[in-house]
């Protein structure tokens, strides 16, 4: 059985959504570092960072998914 980090070597290179998905979560990574360093947050802002994070989430639980799938069909 792979481990994950060879599972995401692979999954990086050969699926498409998965990569879109990892870079996106990066994205949102720098985004809410962003926010959390600042002292003081708008209500607005505040709203933001809760967005940011259900989002990051999401992406984070469709790859485990995908990674799930892709144990699934290598065993």
Known sequence: ???DTQIVDVLRKSNHEFRALEESHHRLDTELGELQRRHF???QEETLKKQIQKEKLAKKDKMAEIIRLYRQTQS
């Open 1 to 3: 059985m792979q481990i």
């Open 41 to 43: 947050l708008t209500p």
